[in-house]
């Protein structure tokens, strides 16, 4: 059974930092693409930032020099480093690992990312 449980979630001031983390049980991490998406209330669910089976990252333009995604194949953990955050990234994080050559896409149950004074 396929788990990715997200933590590292809070409230944070303007200008703070997180990290989010993203533990897999029964897959491997290095065998997927993994992705952390948020979605904010009231909008559609969007992509973050992706670390690739080759181990590239690439991130969406809100958060190109400010976010970091990496992975730790011996914990079998991606993680989320958030650095000079917001109040436009409030929202749930989710973390997602796809398979493209069968498609296959797994979800974790997300962890709330609150950015306020």
């Known amino acids: 059974q396929v788990q990715l449980v997200e933590s590292g979630g809070g409230l944070v001031k303007p200008g703070g930092s997180l990290t989010l983390s993203c533990a897999a049980s029964?897959?491997?991490?290095?065998?997927?693409?993994m992705n952390w998406y948020r979605q904010a209330p009231g909008k559609q669910r969007e992509l973050v930032a992706t670390?690739?089976?080759?181990?590239?990252?690439d991130y969406s333009d809100f958060v190109k020099g400010r976010f970091t995604i990496s992975r730790d194949n011996a914990e079998n953990t991606v993680y989320l480093q958030m650095n000079s955050l917001k109040p436009e990234d409030t929202a749930v994080y989710y973390c997602?690992?796809?398979?493209?050559?069968?498609?296959?896409?797994?979800w974790g149950q997300g962890t709330q990312v609150t950015v306020s004074s």
């Open positions: 997602n690992a796809h398979f493209s050559v069968v498609p296959t896409n797994y």
């Open positions: 670390i690739t089976r080759a181990g590239t990252t």
């Open positions: 029964g897959i491997l991490v290095s065998g997927y693409n």
